[in-house]
């Protein structure tokens, strides 16, 4: 395990789960703050060239402006299919909540 505490292409090669997520302007309390950071974390396309194999591109969505759409056609992007794993996942606990069996 290794954190990154800056967006570079060493910490993309290097990764196998890239965890998106937007900066969010509640958690500032200044302003101009959020204004300077905002844009600085935006995944583009390219930026995936020299990205291992089995990197898989994470956010919990809906985005704003840190995934470029040109990374949704990529097969590394596996947010739309992250987000489809939690509709289900959130039905099996409510079914096991509910004590509802499919079987």
Known sequence: YREYTEFSSEAIASAD?????RVQRERFTDLMEYEKVKNIYVLHNEMLNNSR???KVLHPLPRVKEINQDVDENPKAYYFQQAENGVYTRQAVICDLLDIRLD
């Open 17 to 21: 789960i890239l965890y998106m997520t």
């Open 53 to 55: 194999d089995n990197l």
